[in-house]
């Protein structure tokens, strides 16, 4: 089969012929791929910088899909760490990872959203106790994930979604999507008494931002839970201690790891749902896999999610 392959880490993946999957556990299937994403997660999946990596090679990359059976079903599948991941045209899944989709599902859409939707949707249901009501505040609120934050928020009962980013110009699609408010990323001094923060962007802005904020909340013993979820600034940042003690600030993680894989497994076919009933304001480039060493090296386009066909 076609597959797009990993060779060497500081090398883009290259569309070549590899090995076809062969006779699986009884829990999985060999299935033919029908659309798969290519999320931040996939990147350092492929250049071995994910916290996962194994550092095995060769690799093909991918960590979900939507795939069909030997019957025609579709399936959103979540793949587990593998070396065939589901950039190729046949991959292997486990069943328990996997949903059975509607036969109206979209492809392209699913593959896109459940991996950006999922980020805050997980950690808002199971990685926090998040209460109706509260307020949120997401960083990092114009990426594909930050966006999907905006709607989940918004679906679980928050009362105030603020959404900051680092480009004004692409704020109104905020405010189009449920964001109450936006800032900048250096703004975060006027978020206000925020219950709760969403954090995909980490390093400097993150570690200047928090004391922002902080600094100017009206009532630093109420309870902020910052949820650190994407590291897009830089994988570390420069905590001022100060920030943590004199304020009733929880710093949590959220993610593989941190959520375990019955509970991501448990949100999966509600999350699915959600998706395919047209919840959330997925926006997508389909690329053929083919072309998978060109589009990997091309400038990020933060507005849509590609989605590669093989
Ligand atoms: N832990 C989990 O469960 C989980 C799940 C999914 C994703 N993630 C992580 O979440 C992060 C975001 O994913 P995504 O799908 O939203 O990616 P994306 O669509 O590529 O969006 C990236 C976002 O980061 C911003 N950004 C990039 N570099 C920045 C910088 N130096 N300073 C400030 N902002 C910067 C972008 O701003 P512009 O719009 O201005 O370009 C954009 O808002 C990634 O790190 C990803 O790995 C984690």
Same mark, same amino acid.
């Given at each position: 089969?076609?597959?797009?392959?990993?060779?060497?880490?500081?090398?883009?993946?290259?569309?070549?012929?590899?090995?076809?999957?062969?006779?699986?556990?009884?829990?999985?299937?060999?299935?033919?791929?029908?659309?798969?994403?290519? &999320?931040?997660?996939?990147?350092?999946?492929?250049?071995?910088? &994910?916290?996962?990596?194994?550092?095995?090679?060769?690799?093909?990359?991918?960590?979900?899909?939507?795939?069909?059976?030997?019957?025609?079903? *579709?399936?959103?599948? @979540? @793949?587990?760490?593998?070396?065939?991941?589901?950039?190729?045209?046949?991959? %292997? /899944?486990?069943?328990?990872?996997?949903?059975? *989709?509607?036969?109206?599902?979209?492809?392209?859409?699913?593959?896109?959203?459940?991996?950006?939707?999922?980020?805050?949707?997980? #950690?808002?249901?199971?990685?926090?106790?998040?209460?109706?009501?509260?307020?949120?505040? /997401? *960083?990092?609120?114009?990426?594909?994930?930050?966006?999907?934050?905006?709607?989940?928020?918004?679906?679980?009962? #928050?009362?105030?979604?603020?959404?900051?980013?680092?480009?004004?110009?692409?704020?109104?699609?905020?405010?189009?999507?449920?964001?109450?408010?936006? @800032?900048? *990323?250096?703004?975060?001094?006027?978020?206000?008494?925020?219950?709760?923060?969403?954090?995909?962007?980490?390093?400097?802005?993150?570690?200047?931002?928090?004391?922002?904020? /902080?600094? &100017?909340?009206?009532?630093?013993?109420?309870?902020?839970?910052?949820?650190? %979820?994407?590291?897009?600034?830089?994988?570390?940042?420069? %905590? @001022?201690? #100060?920030?943590?003690?004199?304020?009733?600030?929880?710093?949590?993680?959220?993610? %593989?790891?941190?959520?375990?894989?019955?509970?991501?497994?448990?949100?999966?076919?509600? /999350?699915?749902?959600?998706?395919?009933?047209?919840?959330?304001?997925?926006?997508?480039?389909?690329?053929?896999?083919?072309?998978?060493?060109?589009?990997?090296?091309?400038?990020?386009?933060?507005?849509?999610?590609?989605?590669?066909?093989?």
């Amino acid at each position: 089969m076609k597959a797009a392959v990993v060779r060497a880490f500081d090398e883009p993946p290259r569309y070549e012929e590899f090995p076809d999957p062969v006779a699986p556990q009884d829990d999985q299937l060999v299935v033919d791929v029908v659309a798969a994403a290519l &999320h931040p997660r996939v990147r350092s999946q492929a250049n071995g910088s &994910h916290y996962t990596s194994t550092g095995d090679l060769p690799l093909v990359p991918g960590i979900d899909a939507v795939v069909r059976d030997a019957k025609g079903k *579709l399936y959103y599948a @979540l @793949l587990d760490d593998t070396t065939l991941g589901t950039m190729a045209q046949r991959t %292997i /899944i486990e069943k328990d990872r996997s949903v059975a *989709l509607p036969k109206n599902a979209d492809p392209v859409t699913v593959a896109a959203a459940i991996n950006p939707v999922m980020s805050s949707w997980v #950690a808002l249901r199971r990685r926090i106790d998040f209460k109706r009501g509260s307020s949120v505040l /997401i *960083l990092g609120a114009t990426g594909s994930a930050g966006r999907m934050a905006i709607q989940v928020a918004k679906r679980f009962g #928050a009362k105030e979604v603020i959404g900051a980013g680092r480009n004004p110009r692409r704020f109104k699609e905020l405010t189009a999507l449920g964001a109450d408010r936006v @800032l900048t *990323l250096d703004q975060l001094n006027q978020a206000g008494d925020v219950d709760v923060v969403i954090d995909y962007v980490w390093g400097e802005p993150t570690a200047k931002g928090m004391v922002d904020l /902080i600094t &100017h909340r009206h009532d630093r013993g109420k309870d902020l839970t910052w949820i650190q %979820i994407g590291s897009m600034a830089g994988p570390s940042a420069e %905590i @001022l201690s #100060a920030a943590l003690r004199s304020s009733r600030t929880q710093l949590v993680g959220s993610g %593989i790891g941190s959520v375990s894989g019955h509970d991501f497994r448990k949100e999966i076919p509600q /999350i699915a749902k959600a998706v395919t009933g047209g919840a959330f304001d997925v926006r997508t480039q389909t690329i053929q896999l083919s072309d998978v060493a060109t589009a990997w090296t091309q400038p990020l386009d933060g507005d849509n999610r590609i989605v590669f066909l093989p």
